[in-house]
C-alpha cells in the first residue's frame, strides 16, 4: 500500500484527506474551507501540474532545454497526482454508490 504522506510529497502539495490534514479552524461550522472548495483547489493544482509537464515536454522536444531529470520528474509529478485525485473520485463515487443503495 502507498503511503499518503509520500504521495502528498509528490503530488505537488496535494494533502491527504482525513482528520490530521484538517485545521482546527476548519472544522467548525461556517468557517474555513469546504469540500467542494478544497476539491476545487486541488483540480486547478492537477490541472496545473501537467500544464507545467506539457510544457517540459515540449521544450525537451523543441531543444529549449536538454534537463531531462527535470522534465521527467514534472511529469511523474503529475502523474502521480492525477492518479491521487482518481483514487479521490472512485472513493467518493463508491460512497455515492453505497448511499444511493440505502434502504430508508
Do not use: C, H, W
Not at 469540500?35 to 486541488?42: A, D, E, I, V
Request: aromatic share 4%; no cysteine; glycine share 8%.
Amino acid at each position: 500500500m502507498i503511503d499518503p504522506s509520500a504521495l502528498s510529497s509528490l503530488a505537488g502539495g496535494l494533502a491527504p484527506i482525513g482528520p490530521s490534514s484538517i485545521p482546527p479552524a476548519a472544522e467548525a461550522p461556517g468557517s474555513g474551507k469546504d469540500f467542494k472548495t478544497y476539491l476545487l483547489n486541488s483540480l486547478d493544482k492537477v490541472n496545473q501540474l501537467q500544464k507545467e509537464a506539457d510544457a517540459g515536454v515540449q521544450k525537451l522536444i523543441t531543444g529549449e532545454t536538454e534537463n531531462v531529470a527535470e522534465v521527467f520528474t514534472a511529469s511523474r509529478k503529475a502523474g502521480i497526482a492525477f492518479d491521487l485525485l482518481m483514487e479521490i473520485r472512485n472513493k467518493l463515487m463508491d460512497a455515492y454508490t453505497e448511499i444511493k443503495q440505502m434502504r430508508v
